[in-house]
Every structure is written in C-alpha cells, then in structure tokens.
C-alpha cells in the first residue's frame, strides 16, 4: 500500500519555541491531507484539513495562528506549532488521500511533541 | 452528524480466548465507509479493514473476523484465540460518502495476557 511518512517521529522543545512536523506521501500524489491530534489515552481528534496549494480548513476551536498548516506541494503537507507550550504536548498524526481519489487514506507513524 | 460509539473502553482476557470488540455508529448518509484500526504501544495506527454501506457480508482475516449489521448499526470485531501481540487499542472508524474525514470512536483498549 501507498506510504506516508512523518517526521520527526518524536520530538522535545523548551517552551516558547515553534516546531515543525512534516507529512509526506512517499509514493502517490495527495491532493488532500488531514492532520489529527490525539491526547494519551484518548481518541483521535481532526484538527484540520489541508489541500495542496490553498489555505486549510481548521476545525472548531483550533487556533489557526497556533498550529500553521502549508500544503505547498502534492506530497508534502506540514505543521508548525508556533510558540510551543507544555499544554501542546500531544501525538500529532496526519494522514493523506491519494490524489484518484479512489477514496484510500493512508496514515504516517505519529509525530510525539513534548513541550518542557 | 456522525458518531461513533465504542462503549468498552478495556478489555482484558487471556491468551487463546476469544475477544469481541463493539462498534455502534450514527449517520443521517445512506453512503459511508467504516474502518477498523489497530494502534500498538509504538503509535502508529494500522489498517486493518474497511467496509462500505452497500456490502453487508462478514468478513473473515486469519484470526480476525468482522459482522456488519445495518440494522441495528453496528460493525463489531471479533479476534479468535487472542495472542499477547494483539494487545493495542482498537479504533473502530466511520467516513460518510466522498471519503471527507474519518470520525474515530474513542478507542478500545485490549490488554492480553499469557
């Protein structure tokens, strides 16, 4: 099956600071990528859905200046959590759609982001 | 709006016995997909199988064995003679018609002991 690839796989940052979180489709084209939040223990939560080369769509009560969203080619989509704070920690997942829409969604491994 | 309930927040037994995971979902669509997804320790999340509305027929992998039933509008899971490696949490999943989004349960823990 089609690949889809995080990175980084984990990371730590000190308070204040931006982290960026990569998604790419390794081997198929994604016009449409999604990115979701999960908390421990608890379910997947969508945060915002991003389409190559126009502005995503975040969902309620998701802080667009907060998690910035750029989708500037058809296989890569990233995440930038800007001024990180300890309350952001969490398991970031995206996951792609290929671009034939033959309605397969694929998932990269998870990004953890811990915020001292 | 779509919902999807997994009541059985854990569940624990012991190797080689038989586990039933619940899945009840809400939709107003007469189109939709419904998913299965395995998350071990390590994160990732893992297909295991997708149904549409339309094909009600139970599905049978290896060990693992699906029952679809519109009317009562649920999609359980069914792992046969349970091994220590199945432990995970168990998403079950639904996406209505244009494969938008996936709205997830909020999970099932299965804890399987030696």
């Known amino acids: 099956g089609a690949v889809v690839s995080q990175h980084p796989s984990w990371v730590i940052c000190k308070s204040g600071t931006s982290v960026k979180i990569e998604c790419r489709s390794l081997d198929f084209q994604a016009t449409t990528m999604f990115w979701y939040r999960q908390f421990p223990k608890q379910s997947l939560m969508l945060m915002a859905t991003?389409?190559?080369?126009?502005?995503?769509?975040?969902e309620q009560g998701v802080e667009k200046d907060k998690f910035l969203i750029n989708h500037a080619s058809l296989t890569l989509s990233t995440l930038t959590v800007t001024s990180a704070h300890p309350e952001d920690s969490s398991f970031y997942i995206c996951?792609?759609?290929?671009?034939?829409?033959?309605?397969?969604?694929?998932f990269g491994e998870g990004s953890r982001l811990t915020v001292l | 709006a779509q919902k999807v309930t997994q009541a059985q927040t854990e569940i624990s037994v012991v190797e080689k016995e038989d586990v039933t995971l619940d899945c009840v979902y809400e939709?107003?669509?007469?189109?939709?997909?419904l998913f299965w997804y395995k998350q071990p320790p390590s994160g990732e999340l893992v297909f295991l199988i997708r149904r549409n509305s339309f094909d009600e027929q139970n599905e049978i992998s290896g060990r693992y064995s699906w029952n679809f039933q519109k009317s009562t509008s649920s999609f359980n899971f069914t792992i046969t003679a349970s091994q220590v490696v199945d432990s995970a949490v168990y998403f079950c999943a639904l996406s209505e018609a244009g494969y938008s989004t996936l709205t997830f349960g909020k999970g099932t823990m299965l804890l399987v002991s030696p």
């Open positions: 991003s389409n190559e080369g126009s502005k995503a769509t975040y």
């Open positions: 939709t107003r669509d007469t189109t939709y997909y």
């Open positions: 996951s792609a759609r290929e671009r034939r829409n033959t309605g397969e969604l694929f």
